[in-house]
Protein backbone atom coordinates (compact mmCIF):
# COMPACT_ATOMS: atom_id res chain seq x y z
CA UNK A 1 0.00 0.00 0.00
CA UNK A 2 1.10 3.67 -1.00
CA UNK A 3 0.91 6.17 1.67
CA UNK A 4 1.15 9.94 0.91
CA UNK A 5 3.11 12.46 2.96
CA UNK A 6 0.17 15.30 3.06
CA UNK A 7 1.83 18.19 4.69
CA UNK A 8 -1.41 19.75 7.32
CA UNK A 9 0.08 23.67 7.08
CA UNK A 10 -0.40 23.30 2.80
CA UNK A 11 -3.72 21.71 3.40
CA UNK A 12 -4.93 23.42 6.26
CA UNK A 13 -8.05 24.95 5.37
CA UNK A 14 -8.81 22.89 2.23
CA UNK A 15 -12.08 20.65 2.09
CA UNK A 16 -11.13 17.14 2.60
CA UNK A 17 -12.31 16.21 -0.38
CA UNK A 18 -10.27 18.18 -2.38
CA UNK A 19 -7.12 17.12 -0.46
CA UNK A 20 -8.40 13.41 -1.64
CA UNK A 21 -9.13 14.11 -5.26
CA UNK A 22 -5.58 16.07 -5.33
CA UNK A 23 -4.32 12.78 -3.83
CA UNK A 24 -6.02 10.60 -6.29
CA UNK A 25 -4.43 12.64 -9.14
CA UNK A 26 -1.04 12.54 -8.04
CA UNK A 27 -1.15 8.65 -7.99
CA UNK A 28 -2.67 8.40 -11.23
CA UNK A 29 0.07 10.98 -12.48
CA UNK A 30 2.68 8.69 -11.11
CA UNK A 31 1.71 5.49 -11.49
CA UNK A 32 -1.17 4.78 -14.27
CA UNK A 33 0.76 5.21 -17.31
CA UNK A 34 3.50 2.25 -16.38
CA UNK A 35 0.06 0.45 -14.92
CA UNK A 36 -1.17 0.36 -18.37
CA UNK A 37 1.99 0.16 -20.44
CA UNK A 38 3.86 -2.27 -19.09
CA UNK A 39 1.24 -4.40 -16.92
CA UNK A 40 -1.24 -3.88 -18.92
CA UNK A 41 -3.67 -3.53 -16.14
CA UNK A 42 -6.07 -0.83 -15.02
CA UNK A 43 -5.08 1.40 -11.76
CA UNK A 44 -7.91 2.37 -9.40
CA UNK A 45 -5.44 4.73 -6.17
CA UNK A 46 -6.55 4.09 -3.20
CA UNK A 47 -6.71 6.60 -0.74
CA UNK A 48 -7.61 6.33 3.08
CA UNK A 49 -7.55 9.73 5.45
CA UNK A 50 -6.21 9.63 8.96
CA UNK A 51 -9.85 10.79 10.16
CA UNK A 52 -11.40 7.61 8.46
CA UNK A 53 -12.18 8.87 5.09
CA UNK A 54 -11.65 7.48 1.40
CA UNK A 55 -10.91 9.23 -1.63
CA UNK A 56 -14.53 8.92 -4.40
CA UNK A 57 -12.12 5.99 -6.61
CA UNK A 58 -11.59 4.14 -3.70
CA UNK A 59 -15.10 4.65 -2.42
CA UNK A 60 -16.40 3.05 -5.58
CA UNK A 61 -13.78 0.58 -5.64
CA UNK A 62 -14.57 -0.56 -2.04
CA UNK A 63 -18.01 -0.68 -3.25
CA UNK A 64 -17.54 -3.05 -6.35
CA UNK A 65 -15.16 -4.69 -4.26
CA UNK A 66 -17.86 -5.65 -1.58
CA UNK A 67 -21.31 -6.00 -4.39
CA UNK A 68 -18.96 -8.67 -5.75
CA UNK A 69 -17.77 -10.35 -2.00
CA UNK A 70 -21.21 -10.39 -1.37
CA UNK A 71 -22.54 -11.63 -4.47
CA UNK A 72 -19.50 -14.45 -3.86
CA UNK A 73 -20.78 -15.40 -0.57
CA UNK A 74 -24.35 -15.13 -0.71
CA UNK A 75 -24.04 -12.35 1.80
CA UNK A 76 -26.18 -9.18 2.51
CA UNK A 77 -24.18 -6.28 1.25
CA UNK A 78 -24.12 -4.55 4.32
CA UNK A 79 -22.46 -7.31 6.10
CA UNK A 80 -19.68 -7.11 3.15
CA UNK A 81 -18.83 -3.47 3.43
CA UNK A 82 -18.88 -3.36 7.29
CA UNK A 83 -16.27 -6.16 7.03
CA UNK A 84 -14.32 -4.78 4.53
CA UNK A 85 -14.34 -1.75 6.03
CA UNK A 86 -13.18 -2.99 9.44
CA UNK A 87 -10.92 -5.26 8.37
CA UNK A 88 -8.75 -2.48 6.17
CA UNK A 89 -8.84 0.18 9.24
CA UNK A 90 -7.37 -2.76 11.11
CA UNK A 91 -4.43 -3.02 8.33
CA UNK A 92 -4.10 0.59 8.19
CA UNK A 93 -3.75 0.39 12.26
CA UNK A 94 -1.40 -2.43 12.04
CA UNK A 95 1.25 -0.66 9.54
CA UNK A 96 0.94 2.72 11.43
CA UNK A 97 2.10 0.50 14.32
CA UNK A 98 5.05 -0.75 12.44
CA UNK A 99 6.12 2.36 11.27
CA UNK A 100 6.25 4.00 14.56
CA UNK A 101 7.48 0.96 16.95
CA UNK A 102 9.42 -0.91 14.01
CA UNK A 103 9.47 -4.64 13.27
CA UNK A 104 10.29 -6.93 16.01
CA UNK A 105 11.37 -9.21 13.48
CA UNK A 106 15.09 -8.89 11.74
CA UNK A 107 15.14 -8.31 7.94
CA UNK A 108 17.08 -11.74 7.34
CA UNK A 109 14.34 -13.84 9.44
CA UNK A 110 11.83 -12.41 7.57
CA UNK A 111 9.41 -15.41 5.44
CA UNK A 112 9.12 -15.40 1.72
CA UNK A 113 5.84 -15.84 0.97
CA UNK A 114 5.22 -18.52 -2.13
CA UNK A 115 2.36 -16.58 -3.99
CA UNK A 116 1.95 -20.03 -6.09
CA UNK A 117 0.94 -21.77 -2.78
CA UNK A 118 -0.90 -18.60 -1.07
CA UNK A 119 -3.14 -18.40 -4.45
CA UNK A 120 -3.75 -22.22 -4.42
CA UNK A 121 -5.27 -22.04 -0.71
CA UNK A 122 -6.88 -19.24 -1.13
CA UNK A 123 -9.15 -20.97 -4.34
CA UNK A 124 -9.07 -23.80 -2.16
CA UNK A 125 -7.24 -26.42 -3.85
CA UNK A 126 -4.81 -28.89 -2.52
CA UNK A 127 -1.51 -29.40 -3.16
Not at 33 to 54: D, H, W, Y
Not at 89 to 116: A, C, H, M, Y
Amino acid sequence: MLVSHVNSKTNQGKPTAAIFKEQESEKKRKYQQRVLEVEMGSFTPLIFGTNGGMGEECKMFMKHLAEKLAEKDVEGYPIVISWLRTRISFEILKSVNTSIRGSRQPFFRREVVDDFKVNCTAADLLL
